[in-house]
Nanobody, 126 residues
Framework: QLQLVESGGGLVQPGGSLRLSCAASGFTLDRYDIGWFRQAPGKEREGVSCIRSGGGSTSYADSVKGRFTISRDNAKNTVYLQMNNLKPEDTANYYC???????????????????WGQGTQVTVSS
């Protein structure tokens, strides 16, 4: 059974850092596009950062460029989201998602992804 499990969320002060992990079971993660999405209360789920299968192209939301970095560790079957210089507006529930489509129109569009984790909460507050 294909499963994604996020971890690494928590409470951090503005300017701090967190590293989120997305661990996969039941499938080989490097054969899938992986995306990180977030959803704040009252807002739609939005794409934060995504990486193409095989570790090729990446995509970042404008609001996180230069602060967040997505990466893969194929040996651990895990994808990471390193988040630096966090801001209160980064507060949200963060989800990872996967798809195994041969082609995508928009790498970081929510509708491109078929498999979702349960999410991990990130709260940025002083």
């Amino acid at each position: 059974q294909l499963q994604l499990v996020e971890s690494g969320g928590g409470l951090v002060q503005p300017g701090g850092s967190l590293r989120l992990s997305c661990a996969a079971s039941g499938f080989t993660l490097d054969r899938y596009d992986i995306g990180w999405f977030r959803q704040a209360p009252g807002k739609e789920r939005e794409g934060v950062s995504c990486i193409r299968s095989g570790g090729g192209s990446t995509s970042y939301a404008d609001s996180v460029k230069g602060r967040f970095t997505i990466s893969r560790d194929n040996a651990k079957n895990t994808v990471y989201l390193q988040m630096n210089n966090l801001k209160p507006e980064d507060t949200a529930n963060y989800y990872c998602a996967a798809n195994d489509r041969l082609t995508v129109v928009r790498l970081c569009a929510r509708w491109e992804y078929d498999y979702w984790g349960q999410g991990t909460q990130v709260t940025v507050s002083s």
